[in-house]
C-alpha cells in the first residue's frame, strides 16, 4: 500500500495529514475553515485517495497560512507515499464541467514542481474564504508534491462552480497519473531512470 503520515508545526499551524494513495476515496477533514473542508474531501473522494486530515492555524488573523499549509502537507505526504514512483502512469489530466463551468487540469508526476493557474474569479471571497488563497493552494501543493500542474478555468459564471471544478480536475488527474502501468510496473517511467532534477 502506498501511503504516509506527514506533521508540520509551525508558529503558525499544526497539521497531520494521513494519505492513502490506493484507498477507496475515504475521508476524514477538519481544519477550521468550512469551504476548504468541502475541497479537501472533494479532492478524497474524486481521487479515490483516503485522506485524513487535521489542521489547526491562526484563523484569527487570517486563513492565508491554514490554506497554504495544508497544500504543503498533502503534498509531502503525497511525495512520500509515492516513493520513487515506479511504476507510474505519471502523466494524467481532466476535464470537468460544473453546469456552465468547464476547467481542465493537465498534471506530471515528474519530481519537477511547476504550476500554471490560469483562473480568474468574480468575487474576492466564497462564504468566509478569500479566493485569492486557492491560487495558493494548488501552488503548495505542486511544489510539495514534485508535480508539473496545469489548472486552466476554460470558462465559468459561478465561483463556486470554478473552484470545486479545479479539485475535482486535480483528483480525477492525480487518479489516473498514479495507477501502476501493467505493462511497465517494475520501472521508473523516464528514460532518465529516475524522476525529479532536471529536464
Known sequence: MRQSSVERKTKETQIRADLNIDGTGKYTVSTGI????HMMEQLSRHSLMDLNLEAKGDL??????????????IGEAF?????????ITRYGHAYIPMDETLTRVSLDISGRPYFIWKVEFTKPKLGEMDTELFREW?????????VTLHVENLYGLNNHHIVESCFKGLARALRTAVDIDPRKSDEIPSTKGTLGGSL
Open 34 to 37: 468550512g469551504f476548504l473542508d
Open 60 to 73: 484569527h488573523i487570517d486563513y492565508h497560512h491554514t490554506t497554504e499549509d495544508t497544500g504543503i502537507a
Open 79 to 87: 511525495a512520500k507515499a509515492l516513493g520513487d514512483r515506479r511504476g
Open 138 to 146: 494548488f501552488q503548495a501543493f505542486a511544489f510539495a508534491a514534485g
